[in-house]
């Protein structure tokens, strides 16, 4: 309850005056105190007993005589009593003791009014979340009016400006009318809406006196038996409608006096500024909502630096994404620990200088993961800057770019590998057509020359020469993917069981060769020639590996993929799949080799050692057979390649007693080309 000394000494005053005889008494003749109507109201708003309904809060108790009548504390005052007392008055007598009451009864509507703003204003200030249903309680008995309620101003859609009742105060016998007064088109109350847009308090007095401007208005009001109407309106500190707050009186009309508007109006105040809080609070639940779903979804983890205090707030995905524990609040420096040490200076002398001057920071950078490994990411973030422009708080997103750098690496690869093919198919194509002249004609002049002629021997290495040569046009026709191959379905197993021999000798004494065949004789369709070619290279590529020697495992067995798997040749789509293994014991690679193994004419021999071409054969036959190529090495570790083929069904394709290994057609796959295709 506020404090009112004014009103309550004024009440004071009058109730002393009460008591003093009346004007021309004389000092023997006795005193009678008369209770007059308005002094009734004060003893129920001062003294009433605690159980009355209508009391709004208790007082000391006083002794003044009990009211005869109940009558609401809010409104007009009484009329005029023209009925004298059983003592004689005059005529300035009894102007007197009218203004006495008349003064009186404005004390205690002053008082109830003032108690309703206080009291209105503690229930706002406490945040109840039936602050408006107790308000509307409060006013609703305080004016002694049959109904209080709100109405709200919905969302305005293609449908228009919508209205509903969302809170309702009914006296006791009152039906209530909130149910029926739900999501109502404005336009159905044109004068009504415009008065309350305009900013207008609609004071009606006896609603059978509005006038045919006010007909659909009257016609509702009638229907629900309302006899008087006020109306105040919600407006936001814009001034924009938010609403509007209303008493009805279905009893009989009823006069608004200026003082009751008044105070209302100032209520009505107090419920637009709690709506528009609501409002706010609302809109920011909503907000919150929509970033924490928002960082749920995206994989990139969202921070907010106050660059003041250091602290660093973290979403969820630090955890998801990153591998770190969930910390929620962090520090910079925790940050930047995570930054490779090769990049966190530079990262952060960036950073410096986009805080220096710029709207906008973005860096690309490693940071380590939970795992331990790192992780390529895209920092990019919103520089806020206070009144003087000094930075003041950074917010943004940091994403795991892996991936996608990955991917683009292995583009920019096939790319060069494509470009590098087409040059070595163009080259091998006309070198071929020279080379088949020179096998010819050597051939030719050897048979014309007996092997005791002096040219003989000559003859022997030009042709030898000449066929080295088809060999390494060979591999570039199969680098660049126009070898023609002659396909046809083979056991995987039954070829390399064949080759073990021959790898032996290939290998040395020094290097232990490892055969582990599971799965059967796993049938695949590729060419036999160029399926060995590939077992061949591999294993010459691990010895070389091995120059003290070690150990050689070849495997084959039968795969299942389930989901798509990235290999350094492409994506390996989900099926069934032969897979062959070469594996050594070797030196291993470090990355920036293993990203280059498979480029034409790279390698890390001596001269005279190797042409860089062994690995680049692999690939291209095996992307030309529909396999694909994936190669695990790592310093120390050793090196293992493996070859995945398309499986076929057993017996799709092999005729009736084809041998283990052997091909299902005759093999007719020559190095160089002859004239016609060229």
Known sequence: MGEMPDTLGDAGRLLKKQRAPPPGATAREPHRRRRPASARPARRLLCGPSTSPTILWSAPPCHLPTPRRARPLMGPADPPSHKSGPERRTGSDRRALEAERVARREVEASL????????????????????????????????????????????????????????????????????????????????????????????????????????????????????????????????????????????????????????????????????????????????????????LATRDV???????????????????????????????????????????????????????????????????????????VLDRGHIVRGESGEPIRMVGAVSDVSERRHMEERLRHAQKMEALGRLAGGVAHDFNNLLSVILGSTEFLLEATAPEDPRHPDLLELRAAA??????????????????????????????????????????ADIKLWADQKGGGLPVMADRNQLEQVVLNLAINARDAMPKGGTLRIFTDEFHLDTDMETVSGTLRPGTYARLGVEDSGEGMEPEILERIFEPFFTTKPDGKGTGLGLATVYGIIQQSGGRVQVVSAPGSGTTFTIYLPLLPEGDGVPHGAQEGQPAGPVGCTAVESRRGG
């Open 467 to 508: 066929q080295h040569g088809a060999s390494l046009t060979g591999q570039l026709l199969a680098l660049s993917r126009k070898q023609v191959l002659e396909r046809q379905v083979m056991e995987l197993g039954g070829v390399v069981k064949q080759m073990q021999r021959l790898l032996g000798r290939v290998l040395g």
């Open 112 to 295: 109830v009014r003032e108690t309703a703003l206080s009291r209105a204003s503690a229930l706002l200030t406490s945040g109840s979340d039936d602050a408006l249903s107790q308000i509307l309680e409060i006013v609703g008995r305080a004016t002694g009016v049959s109904r209080t309620y709100l109405f709200r101003v919905g969302q305005r859609g293609h449908d228009g400006v919508r209205l509903s009742n969302t809170h309702e105060w009914c006296a006791e016998g009152i039906p209530s009318q909130i149910h029926l007064l739900d999501d109502l088109p404005a336009d159905a109350f044109p004068w009504w809406m415009k008065r309350l847009a305009e900013r207008d308090t609609l004071a009606v007095p006896d609603v059978s006196l509005l006038g045919a401007e006010a007909r659909a208005e009257r016609e509702i009001l009638e229907s629900q038996g309302i006899r008087a109407v006020l109306a105040m309106p919600l407006l936001s500190r814009e001034g924009s409608l938010l609403g509007f707050m209303g008493f009805d009186e279905v009893s009989s009309p009823r006069n608004w006096t200026t003082a009751d508007q008044r105070a209302l109006r100032t209520i009505a105040q107090m419920v637009a500024r709690e709506l528009e809080r609501r409002a706010r609070e609302e809109a920011l639940r909503k907000s919150e909502e929509r970033y924490r779903l928002a960082t």
């Open 302 to 376: 969202v921070y907010d630096w106050d660059l003041s205090s250091g602290v660093l707030l973290l979403s969820p995905a630090v955890h998801t994404v990153l591998g770190h524990p969930l910390l929620g609040v962090a520090s910079r420096d925790w940050w930047d620990g995570k930054i490779h040490p090769s990049e966190v200076d530079l990262i952060r002398e960036a950073r410096s200088q986009a805080l220096a001057g710029r709207a906008i920071w973005e860096g690309e950078y490693r940071v380590l993961r939970g795992d331990g490994g790192y992780a390529q």
